[in-house]
């Protein structure tokens, strides 16, 4: 998990270097890793049902990163069925520790679902790198860049406030203030 979480930090470098692209591959990796043995453990004694938030936080976050890879122009270095096999086991999983319809862990599983949809969809994001455009916190930024696309395309949300809109970092209070302005969404599943 905490693997997981560290290497989000690759998005943040600037796109075009190959310790970028090596870093980022290796997130992939290191989310590969955490699906399987988070699926091997739900398998043998049945974890998702009881597991904390910050476990489904993480699992959702290598969903994500999945999610950019293989959508990508690193596609080619990976083997895309093999992610879309784990991120459905992700997705699974998430459903799975949902405990009623309309919970955290059943939202968050809808959500990533579409955003898969739309990710598979654009064609002229499998041309380009992975990327986030909101950067203050790790993993954090990566959920949140994912939860703001989501919103342009599902929410009715037109585009990233311009504060968020650069792509470089901005300050954790700047975020907020701009983050507060929209609806509950990051409130819920963050």
Same mark, same amino acid.
């Given at each position: 998990m905490a693997c997981v979480q560290l290497r989000t930090y690759y998005f943040f470098m600037s796109p075009g270097t190959d310790i970028r692209k090596q870093g980022l591959l290796k997130a992939y990796a290191a989310a590969m890793i955490l699906i399987a043995k988070v699926a091997d453990a739900d398998e043998k004694w049945n974890i998702t049902q009881f597991a904390p938030s910050g476990f489904i936080q993480i699992l959702t976050i290598?969903?994500?990163i999945l999610m950019k890879i293989?959508?990508?122009?690193y596609a080619s270095y990976i083997d895309t069925e093999e992610g879309k096999r784990a991120f459905n086991t992700a997705?699974?999983?998430?459903? *799975? &520790?949902?405990?009623?319809?309309?919970d955290l862990q059943g939202r968050v599983n809808k959500i990533i679902a579409q955003l898969w949809n739309l990710h598979r969809n654009l064609n002229l994001r499998k041309e380009e790198e992975p990327t986030?455009?909101? *950067? &203050?916190?790790?993993?954090a930024s990566l959920l949140h860049d994912s939860l703001w696309m989501w919103?342009?395309?599902?929410?009715?949300?037109?585009a990233l406030p311009p504060k968020l809109n650069a792509t470089t970092s901005t300050s954790p209070s700047s975020n907020s203030r701009n983050i507060s302005t929209g609806k509950a969404v990051f409130v819920v599943l963050w």
């Open positions: 290598a969903a994500m293989v959508n990508s122009s997705a699974s999983l998430l459903r *799975k &520790s949902s405990v009623e319809d309309n986030v455009h909101i *950067k &203050s916190r790790w993993g919103r342009e395309e599902f929410g009715g949300q037109k």
